[in-house]
T-cell receptor, first 112, second 115 residues
Framework: GNSVTQMEGPVTLSEEAFLTINCTYTATGYPSLFWYVQYPGEGLQLLLKATKADDKGSNKGFEATYRKETTSFHLEKGSVQVSDSAVYFCALTQGAGNKLTFGGGTRVLVKP | DTAVSQTPKYLVTQMGNDKSIKCEQNLGHDTMYWYKQDSKKFLKIMFSYNNKELIINETVPNRFSPKSPDKAHLNLHINSLELGDSAVYFC??????????????FGPGTRLTVT
């Protein structure tokens, strides 16, 4: 079946540092790929998505590129803020049902 | 207006009890979902309904019974609660589910604690 693997956290950074969270997936064909963010005590919000190979999703300074050749969808942000502290989930959907398969989540802590 | 709402936000109960969690969405979406998030933050789908019809049932114990009275509501009833049911339960909705790629909108979660 489908699966998503992302780097374990926590990732601790200083403000204005560069953030990368690695995500790779296993799926047949061409899944749609997502990054969701969960702020403390809240539900998940879509951060960005990409639905076909070489697409780049971007939002709020975050970017991720759908790489079919490496089955990856790494999340990057050039300059993080304290408000970016959250848990980030990489996920995919494929086929009928639109079921989200999640990675294990990566906790990011940004210190002032 | 809250797009996807869940009640209650917190639920503390004893083993063996029966409880329900309610979910409503006002986005006009056709598909709704229940996900379970365990203590390690791992998220896994439990059920999904499209226009009141069950389309995903992910090997969940039959003590869990979803009910969709209309396409804006998807409730989760749990019988004979066990310690292992303690988790955060998230409801979500999407425009459709005929194929993948639809964004899902999540509710704020219900933290269930079984003692």
């Amino acid at each position: 079946g489908n699966s998503v693997t992302q780097m374990e956290g926590p990732v601790t950074l200083s403000e204005e540092a560069f953030l990368t969270i690695n995500c790779t997936y296993t799926a047949t064909g061409y899944p749609s790929l997502f990054w969701y963010v969960q702020y403390p005590g809240e539900g998940l919000q879509l951060l960005l998505k990409a639905t076909k190979a070489d697409d780049k999703g971007s939002n709020k300074g975050f970017e991720a590129t759908y790489r079919k050749e490496t089955t990856s969808f790494h999340l990057e942000k050039g300059s993080v803020q304290v408000s970016d502290s959250a848990v980030y989930f990489c996920a995919l959907t494929q086929g009928a049902g639109n079921k989200l398969t999640f990675g294990g989540g990566t906790r990011v802590l940004v210190k002032p | 207006d809250t797009a996807v709402s869940q009640t209650p936000k917190y639920l503390v109960t004893q083993m063996g009890n029966d409880k329900s969690i309610k979910c409503e969405q006002n986005l006009g979406h056709d598909t709704m979902y229940w996900y379970k998030q365990d203590s390690k933050k791992f998220l896994k789908i439990m059920f999904s309904y499209n226009n009141k019809e069950l389309i995903i049932n992910e090997t969940v114990p039959n003590r869990f019974s979803p009910k969709s009275p209309d396409k804006a509501h998807l409730n989760l009833h749990i019988n004979s609660l066990e310690l292992g049911d303690s988790a955060v339960y998230f409801c979500a909705s999407s425009q459709d589910s005929l194929a993948g790629g639809y964004e899902q909108y999540f509710g704020p979660g219900t933290r269930l604690t079984v003692t």
